[in-house]
């Protein structure tokens, strides 16, 4: 791996040719005679495109060897042409109704095709369909080919994640106008989804709002609990951008005076998670830094409550490579962006979460959240 992130020929663009090139040589790398990718993170990933997930086949063929090209049901052309796509130089193909495009796809590829990686995310009737029309060929993911270019952020790339980061903190900024007691968290979280979208995002991907109790469940989200005065309150979210870089953040907040207990909690937790952000540097592995932080919460003794990874990698997904877990042995580098999110829970009770966004640079690690970490008390 070298020490720093493959650049982009074109750094005004999100979505540069070269991506294409640099993602047929790491198939041709990894023994693949193409790449087929379907709508999702990787296709906008190397062509900018935000494709309909549809029942017609869409499609970008990149053959090892031959010019790329993009598949397209003819009543999306139009969008696929007007897409960051259309200036890439890459044929884009407009398939009609009566057409088999699988057949359309294996009558292009060479007859020699013997493996295929096919997109993570692609539909299993589709890779079926493929594996009908290309018998030969046995099938292998894609994302083994492509998450070593994704996890490396270009300049570029690190700039829409700051910006996405700022987004997500004007929204944390404002969480006194409607976090209190009387409301339930289901009134929060609609408040919390339109001040996503006012600050910045085209999409919202996520709101979290786990009051008392219910902060103990990482994943709990939404519910019409009524919060209560002394409530811990767990809040993580998260949108899109119109660039399709995705934010997430995760503060904790109380409703007036909590428990002493909770604010020890809290103290253990934010001294893990602060731990945590310093000691990014290249070359650390993940699984040291997942154990910089949980080494810290099980000498407090709250090992057994802390029951989920560090962190995921963040993109043009919330959710993608790498992951900072314990027994993941790959290095950290400059341009891998992801997140920092130690827990701590007690069933039943209450819970806390802090989560920071941070990306590795050659000097150690960018911290994009910037709101306060410290436990939030409001009226």
């Not at 990149?62 to 969008?79: K, M, N, S, T, W």
């Not at 997109?119 to 292998?140: H, S, T």
């Not at 809290?266 to 990014?280: G, K």
């Not at 650390?284 to 949980?294: E, I, M, S």
Request: net charge negative; hydrophobic share 40%; proline share 8%.
């Amino acid at each position: 791996m070298s020490a720093t992130p493959p650049p982009d020929d074109d750094h005004t663009n999100l979505y540069p040719p070269d991506r294409l090139h640099r993602a047929r040589q790491a198939a041709a790398r990894a023994g693949l005679d193409a790449l087929l990718i379907s709508p999702g993170a990787d296709l906008r990933y190397l062509t900018g495109y935000d494709a309909l997930p549809l029942e017609r086949l869409t499609c970008l063929v990149l053959p090892a060897e031959g010019d790329p090209f993009l598949l397209v049901p003819a009543l999306e052309e139009p969008a696929a042409r007007a897409s960051p796509a259309g200036d890439l130089g890459i044929e884009i193909t407009g398939w009609d109704e009566t057409d088999d495009p699988y057949a359309l796809v294996a009558a292009r590829l060479p007859a020699r095709t013997a493996r295929v990686g096919v997109d993570n995310r692609m539909w299993a009737e589709k890779v079926l369909a493929f594996r009908a029309v290309l018998p030969g060929a046995g099938q292998e993911l894609a994302g083994e080919v492509l998450n070593g270019l994704r996890m490396r952020k270009t300049a570029r790339e690190a700039a829409a994640l700051r910006r996405a980061g700022a987004a997500i903190d004007r929204v944390h900024a404002r969480m006194g106008e409607w976090l209190r007691a009387g409301r339930t968290e289901r009134e929060v979280g609609r408040d919390i989804a339109d001040a996503i979208i006012a600050e910045g995002h085209v999409r919202v991907d996520f709101v979290i709002v786990g009051s008392g109790p219910n902060s103990a469940s990482p994943h709990h989200e939404l519910s019409d609990r009524v919060i209560r005065p002394g409530d811990p309150v767990v809040v993580d979210i998260g949108g899109t951008t119109l660039d399709g870089y995705c934010s997430d953040s995760t503060r904790v907040y109380a409703v007036g005076e909590p428990p002493a207990e909770f604010r020890r909690l809290h103290e253990v937790l934010l001294t893990a998670q602060r731990a945590q952000t310093d000691a990014v540097r290249p070359g650390l592995t993940a699984a040291q830094l997942d154990a910089v932080g949980r080494d810290i919460i099980t000498a407090a003794g709250h090992g057994t409550h802390f029951i989920h990874r560090t962190g995921h990698g963040i993109g043009l997904e919330s959710h993608e490579e790498p992951y900072i877990v314990t027994g993941n042995p790959l290095p950290l580098a400059p341009g891998m962006a992801f997140s920092v999110e130690p827990g701590i829970y007690l069933p039943g009770r209450y819970g806390a979460r802090i989560e920071d966004i941070v990306i590795c640079t050659e000097e150690g690690g960018e911290r994009l959240n910037r709101t306060p970490r410290d436990l939030v008390v409001l009226p």
